[in-house]
């Protein structure tokens, strides 16, 4: 199993609400990536950041903002959730200079009301 | 568009068969890897197959890769009702900076 965290595991909140969805990992990883897959399909990347105060937006355009303030600590936050927001949300890390390999968390299932 | 696309979506077999999953991908790239997702959680990286590699084994897994064709199959040995999952390529591209392409997956039933 992969050092690496996401809280909380289910959330079911009503549209306008804000929220943040936490990802931590321990293995000092100095590159982290938020995917969002919908049930049987594939995983878009939505941010990814490549160190501290490093953040990029992805490949799918996404409402959500994250920070990078802390090498192990990447949040996604939704300033006003909607339905069309209800996914499974995946956080992985990987280390620099190496070919890639990506290590996930075990994901938050969002459902927006 | 995916990068990715994964054949077959789905794939049922029993126990002791093999199983095979292919992966096709439109650009180039330094490496390829697959991993693997039970229903609900996160995904494991299993094996990565570099650009300039042809084939690689692990364990029962065994992997191969054509850059000529821009494809790559994944073996699953005298399967497991325990390998029951979904299975995802996903390419490393020569320009994306260590960001990764997903396939949209095989889900793989394995029964006992």
């Known amino acids: 199993e992969a050092d690496i965290y996401q809280t909380p595991r289910y959330l079911v909140i009503g549209t306008g609400k804000k929220i943040t969805l936490e990802c931590s990992q321990t293995m000092g990883h100095d590159k982290m990536y938020w995917y969002q897959q919908d049930p049987g399909m594939e995983l878009h990347l939505i941010h990814y950041?490549?160190?501290?105060?490093?953040?990029e937006k992805g490949d799918l355009s996404s409402e959500s903002t994250v920070s990078r303030i802390r090498t192990e600590h990447f949040p996604l936050t939704l300033e006003s959730a909607r339905p069309s927001h209800t996914s499974q949300y995946l956080c992985?890390?990987?280390?620099?200079?190496?070919?890639?390999?990506?290590?996930f968390g075990p994901g938050t299932r969002l459902t927006v009301t | 568009s995916q990068q990715g696309e994964e054949d077959p979506q789905a794939l049922s077999i029993q126990e002791g068969e093999n199983a095979t999953m292919n992966c096709s991908y439109k650009?180039?790239?330094?490496?390829l890897q697959w991993y693997r997702q039970n229903s609900g959680r996160g995904l494991v990286h299993l094996i990565l197959?570099?650009?300039?590699?042809r084939e690689k084994h692990s364990g029962r897994l065994r992997v191969t890769l054509d850059t000529s064709k821009k494809s790559s199959s994944l073996l699953i040995t005298a399967s497991r009702a325990a390998d029951t999952a979904s299975y995802f390529c996903a390419t490393d591209g020569e320009t994306s900076g260590s960001r990764l392409t997903f396939g949209e997956g095989t889900q793989l039933t394995v029964n006992p």
């Open positions: 950041s490549y160190g501290v105060n490093s953040t």
């Open positions: 650009t180039s790239i330094n490496n």
């Open positions: 992985a890390s990987s280390l620099s200079g190496t070919s890639g390999e990506q290590y």
């Open positions: 197959i570099r650009s300039n590699e």
